[in-house]
């Protein structure tokens, strides 16, 4: 159980088009999902909070406008990076908790954007 | 804020054991939990710590003391699948949102 999916699993776009992560709990109800951006070798770093129905909570120096997140029902929640650009590469991770109560996150299988 | 402090690197050799400590000093604190991560794949949850002592999940175990604003992961028997990158993460609650604030990471080579 709690298996979390992400797609793409790699994208390639040009620089100034958006494109859209999507980031799915398979077989549980996700009423929060997390946005994590990796680089190489480093750590992970939360990105914005997504709460099903309502706005997502963006950390200090994340750019709303930019990193457009979208939490429509209990099971998807969608990234957008608008008018990416090469330094918008990176490994982008989501995770869902299963509960409200609960701290537990379980990760997606990420995805590898390149931006060029 | 958070931060978290682990080595960057360790390496041992199949069969021997390895501790990887992190320390941390955080607001709200909660729990301290490990996760392992292949290169290119999604962090997997190894263990959680609430509690002083240790907490052991087969060749895993892992050990927090709340007073030091330390824990450490240790791995036993080591197997070459161990190979990963392993992260300490605080459990944290942020605002109205329970949140993970992870350390750095240590690339875990094991040798044959």
């Known amino acids: 159980g709690a298996v979390v999916s992400q797609h793409p699993s790699r994208v390639i776009c040009k620089s100034g088009t958006s494109v859209k992560i999507e980031c799915r709990s398979l077989?549980?109800?996700?009423?929060?999902m997390f946005w994590y951006r990796q680089f190489p070798k480093k750590s992970l770093m939360l990105m914005a909070t997504?709460?099903?129905?309502?706005?997502?909570?963006?950390e200090q120096g994340v750019e709303k406008d930019k990193f457009l997140i979208n939490h429509a029902s209990l099971t998807l929640s969608t990234l957008t990076v608008t008018s990416a650009h090469p330094e918008d590469s990176s490994f982008y991770i989501c995770?869902?908790?299963?509960?409200?109560?609960?701290?537990?996150?379980?990760f997606g299988p990420g995805t590898r954007l390149t931006v060029t | 804020g958070q931060s978290l402090e682990q080595p960057s690197e360790v390496t041992a050799v199949e069969g021997a054991i390895v501790q990887i400590n992190c320390t941390y000093q955080?607001?709200?604190?909660?729990?301290l939990s490990w996760y392992q991560q292949h290169d290119g794949g999604a962090p997997t949850f190894l263990s959680y710590?609430?509690?002083?002592g240790l907490e052991e999940t087969g060749r895993f175990s892992s050990f927090l003391s709340r007073s030091d604003s330390y824990g450490y992961l240790l791995l036993q028997e080591l197997q070459m699948k161990d190979s990963a990158s392993y992260f300490c993460?605080?459990?944290?609650?942020?605002?109205?949102?329970?949140?993970?604030?992870f350390g750095s990471g240590t690339q875990l080579t094991v040798l044959p």
């Open positions: 955080t607001s709200g604190f909660y729990g």
């Open positions: 995770s869902a908790r299963v509960t409200g109560d609960s701290y537990e996150q379980y």
């Open positions: 077989d549980f109800q996700a009423t929060t």
């Open positions: 710590n609430a509690l002083d």
């Open positions: 997504s709460n099903e129905g309502s706005k997502a909570t963006y």
């Open positions: 993460a605080v459990r944290v609650f942020s605002g109205s949102a329970r949140q993970l604030t």
